[in-house]
């Protein structure tokens, strides 16, 4: 559920920090503050009160994103693009070079692992040793549920920032995705781990954890990652030209734009696998049906105008999902291998040795 209306429990916040970011700045004529005369001295009736034809700044501005507005010329929208088409490169490349270097560890540890077993064998085993809980409880997750525990991890980080009241105008401007914000790159991805709701933060954190041993064993943890970051990505800029080309600005922030995208993966992938509601486990439904009722509502929200939820970044999220299966998997992913040959060379080259060796460059 990435966000719009979270401005109710976000707006004290709100305008604490901007009435302390505004330096210098004009706010809009509904800002506009009456001011009077001095009484004459030598007459009762005081003189009439004029309005102040210029704007000037506010004691208590009320922040109001789509009177707030900046340009909604499309133009500001060519270095978010930009921002988008090179990070998703960035994340597929990134998420190549780590598989073909885990690939490798797991070659070269293969003989360490069994020599360390037979180790741990000759010594006396601790009892009550907390380490060995911690390890035997992480080795009962599956890989899925490992991977996400990292992003987990990070928005509960992200979210006992936002209790911090000195760090609340950074959070504002680097942790919630807006259009009329100065800063309009960096925030299309660390939006995609910001919650300020707790409930939010536990609903989303409760799909992906659900949806993560499916989706990576599908993709592989490598991939998995790539698609999330990505889509999240992905799923913010759709939000920026939804919201430019309406005029309905404002901030929005969550991790549903990056789980859309995972639910409508696994979902095209596996269409008629059964899904239930946690609150209601009688009635089951197939991830089809289930993908078809979450697009209708989202494209709705989205034409209605909806506000409690961001539903552009939740379309364009499921439309990310969606194209990766169909096209996205074997445009991008099955197209790695020249790519990984070439890390492969240089790392090869620049390694221990691999000066001596020949054909590395054919």
Same mark, same amino acid.
């Given at each position: 559920?990435? !966000?719009?209306?979270?401005?109710?429990?976000?707006?004290?916040?709100?305008? $604490?920090?901007?009435?302390? =970011?505004?330096? %210098?700045?004009?706010?809009?004529?509904?800002?506009?503050?009456?001011? %009077?005369? #001095? #009484?004459?001295?030598? #007459?009762?009736?005081?003189?009439?009160?004029?309005?102040?034809? %210029?704007? =000037?700044?506010?004691?208590?501005?009320?922040?109001?994103?789509?009177?707030?507005?900046?340009?909604?010329?499309? /133009?500001?929208?060519?270095?978010?693009?930009?921002?988008?088409?090179?990070?998703?490169?960035?994340?597929?490349?990134?998420?190549?070079?780590?598989?073909?270097? =885990?690939?490798? /560890?797991?070659?070269?540890?293969?003989?360490? +692992?069994?020599?360390? $077993? !037979?180790?741990?064998?000759?010594?006396?085993?601790?009892?009550?040793?907390?380490?060995?809980?911690?390890?035997?409880?992480?080795?009962?997750?599956? +890989?899925?549920?490992?991977?996400?525990?990292?992003?987990?991890?990070?928005?509960?980080?992200?979210?006992?920032?936002?209790?911090?009241?000195?760090?609340?105008?950074?959070?504002?401007?680097?942790?919630?995705?807006?259009?009329?914000?100065?800063?309009?790159?960096?925030?299309?991805?660390?939006?995609?781990? /910001?919650?300020?709701?707790?409930?939010?933060?536990?609903?989303?954190?409760?799909?992906?954890?659900?949806?993560?041993?499916?989706?990576?064993?599908?993709?592989?943890?490598?991939?998995?990652?790539?698609?999330?970051?990505?889509?999240?990505?992905?799923?913010?800029?759709?939000?920026?030209?939804?919201?430019?080309? /309406?005029? &309905?600005?404002?901030?929005?922030?969550?991790? =549903?734009?990056?789980?859309?995208?995972?639910?409508?993966?696994?979902?095209?992938?596996?269409? +008629?696998?059964?899904?239930?509601?946690?609150?209601?486990?009688?009635?089951?439904?197939?991830?089809?049906?289930?993908?078809?009722?979450?697009?209708?509502? $989202?494209?709705?929200?989205?034409?209605?105008? !909806? #506000?409690?939820?961001?539903?552009?970044?939740?379309?364009?999220?499921?439309?990310?999902?969606? !194209?990766?299966?169909?096209?996205?998997?074997?445009?991008?992913?099955?197209?790695?291998?020249?790519?990984?040959?070439?890390?492969? $060379?240089?790392?090869? &080259?620049?390694?221990?040795? %691999?000066?001596? +060796?020949?054909?590395?460059?054919?």
């Amino acid at each position: 559920m990435a !966000w719009r209306g979270y401005s109710v429990l976000l707006r004290l916040t709100v305008e $604490d920090a901007l009435r302390s =970011s505004v330096r %210098g700045g004009r706010w809009p004529l509904t800002f506009q503050q009456r001011r %009077g005369f #001095k #009484k004459a001295a030598k #007459k009762p009736e005081p003189k009439n009160v004029v309005e102040d034809p %210029g704007p =000037s700044r506010t004691s208590e501005p009320h922040w109001d994103p789509q009177l707030h507005g900046p340009q909604r010329a499309l /133009s500001r929208l060519i270095r978010p693009f930009v921002f988008t088409v090179g990070f998703t490169g960035c994340s597929f490349a990134s998420a190549a070079i780590w598989q073909y270097e =885990s690939l490798k /560890s797991r070659v070269q540890s293969y003989f360490d +692992e069994i020599r360390a $077993d !037979w180790l741990d064998k000759l010594r006396p085993q601790k009892r009550g040793d907390v380490r060995k809980e911690i390890n035997q409880w992480w080795n009962s997750l599956s +890989e899925g549920q490992r991977t996400v525990t990292g992003i987990i991890a990070a928005n509960a980080v992200v979210f006992c920032c936002w209790r911090i009241p000195s760090l609340q105008r950074h959070m504002i401007r680097y942790f919630t995705s807006n259009p009329a914000s100065k800063t309009l790159c960096s925030p299309m991805l660390l939006s995609t781990f /910001s919650h300020f709701s707790f409930f939010h933060m536990a609903a989303n954190m409760y799909v992906l954890w659900s949806f993560s041993s499916s989706a990576v064993s599908m993709l592989g943890r490598e991939q998995f990652m790539a698609v999330y970051l990505s889509a999240g990505v992905v799923s913010t800029f759709f939000s920026y030209l939804c919201k430019t080309l /309406s005029g &309905r600005l404002g901030p929005s922030l969550g991790a =549903s734009g990056a789980i859309m995208a995972v639910l409508a993966a696994v979902c095209t992938k596996m269409p +008629e696998a059964k899904l239930a509601i946690i609150f209601l486990p009688m009635f089951t439904f197939t991830a089809s049906n289930a993908l078809k009722a979450i697009v209708a509502m $989202d494209t709705a929200g989205l034409v209605l105008g !909806w #506000k409690f939820f961001d539903h552009a970044a939740h379309l364009g999220g499921a439309m990310f999902g969606i !194209w990766y299966i169909l096209f996205g998997h074997e445009l991008i992913w099955k197209n790695r291998d020249p790519f990984v040959k070439l890390w492969h $060379d240089l790392r090869t &080259r620049g390694g221990p040795g %691999g000066g001596g +060796e020949r054909g590395g460059s054919a």
